[in-house]
Each structure stands twice: as structure tokens, then as C-alpha cells.
């Protein structure tokens, strides 16, 4: 139990924005058919063979370089999500190495129900998105797993030597917080708690959003201090393993020669 169950309950979205609603903040969707043009009446009925069909919903973020697309089907289990930051990164899913081939994209982000994707900022959404349309269309068609040789980001797990003040920052990023955040495409991961600082990992849409301080700070912060006294600042931290960053580099390298071959 809480210790501030008396006080009245905020909710993420009312320490970000407050009691009225933000329009610039509520997400806009919109419904795409990839289903193909319908077989002309003068083929005979026998030849008839029912196209497989994907509606892909998409949902704008607060961030406007990452859009949220939600094909209707599973990606992960209920409460996981993985993300991709880079294309080293995305060995282990099939799906996210697809996704990486298309010109622009910048990171991959798996939630249970969507799949986030972060454009370059020099990139247009009108030429990505129906590459993005097609990928998730033919991978869900072909029945191949999502992830092969890596774990998901499960649900914040307490562990028996946590001590009080830890059990209920996990309990609250996982009852309260992070399922707001997941709903824009991202996720928040815990790191850590030392001497009043909690430590969070953002991700996906929320990792490059320029609203990701004032996310931590205006809704995190507060609502985590709200509960739980001892926690005096909320900080983000960067997880990228210095493999990845080796992989990264090599990977830029390797693009820089192919560019400047190209310009010759």
C-alpha cells in the first residue's frame, strides 16, 4: 500500500499537461488498407483466391520524428517491450532488421500491441511510411518470429532484497507510469535508486523526444514524489553498451565510405 492513499490520486497526464486537455498532445489516427485492388468481374469465379489483408492503424507521439504503427496483431507478450536504438542492435529480430533497410529510419522500438519507428530529422514520413506499411504487412504474412535469441524487457520485477522505498518506485513505473508512457510509443526502464536519485532509461519515441526532461521532471518526478518521500530527482541515463557503440561507429564508417564511393 501506498503511503499517500488519502491524498487525491494524479495521473501522468494530468502532472505533464494538467486538468484540461492539450489538442496539440491528443494523437491523431488514421487507418490504412494495404488490401489489393479487387479481382475485375471478367475472371472467372473458379481462379478466385481471397487476398490475406492488415489494417495498420498509425498514431501520432509528442515526438515528431518517431510514429507509433499498430497492425492489429501481437508483437510482443503483454507488458514487454525491446528496443532497437541502432541497426547493430537489431540482430536478434527479423522483423526489426527488416525495418532498418528502409532509407530514413533512424531506431525501432517493440511494444506489446505496436511497433515505434524514429526517423532521421531530414527524413518525410510520406516516403517512409508506406515502405514501413509493406514490411510489417509481408512479416506478420509470413509467419516468422518477432525476436529469435533475446529476451523482451519483461514487467519490473521486485526482488527480495529490495528494500521498501525500491519496491514501490518499480511498483509505481509499472501500475502508473509506464503504461502512459507506452500508449506515445515509448517506455521508461529502471536503472536504479542511490541517495534519493531514481535512475531511468527512455525509450523509443521517448528516448529522442524533446519533451523527454520535461516528461521525467513535470511527470515522473512529481508523481513519484508524490508517493514516496525519499525520492529527491529523477535523472536519465544512456545504457548504450560499449559494444554497441563499437558496432555503431564501425557501421557510420562503413556508410561514410559507401557515400563517398557513391559521390564519385
Known sequence: MYRN???????????????QKVVSQMPHKSFTSLQKSPLRHTVPAASFVPQRTMFIQTQDTPNPDSLKFLPGVSVLEKGQTMDFPTQASALCSPLAKLLF???????VFFGPEFVTISKQEDAEWRLIKPEVFAVIMDFFASGLPVVTDAKPTGD?????????????????????IRPTVQEDGGDIIYMGYEDGVVKLKMQGSCSSC?????TLKNGVQNMLQF???????????N??????E???????????????????
Open 246 to 264: 563499437i558496432a555503431e561507429k564501425e557501421f557510420e564508417k562503413l556508410e561514410s565510405k559507401m557515400q563517398q564511393k557513391e559521390d564519385k
Open 210 to 214: 524533446p519533451s523527454s526532461i520535461v
Open 101 to 107: 533497410r528502409i532509407e530514413g529510419v533512424r531506431s
Open 156 to 176: 519490473t520485477q521486485i526482488n527480495e532484497d529490495d528494500d521498501e522505498t525500491v519496491q514501490m518506485i518499480k511498483e509505481l513505473l509499472d501500475t502508473r
Open 5 to 19: 492513499t488519502l491524498k487525491t490520486v494524479p495521473t501522468l497526464r494530468t502532472l505533464l499537461y494538467g486538468t
Open 239 to 244: 545504457d548504450l553498451r560499449p559494444v554497441d
Open 227 to 237: 508517493y514516496i518521500p525519499e525520492v529527491v530527482s529523477v535523472e536519465q541515463v
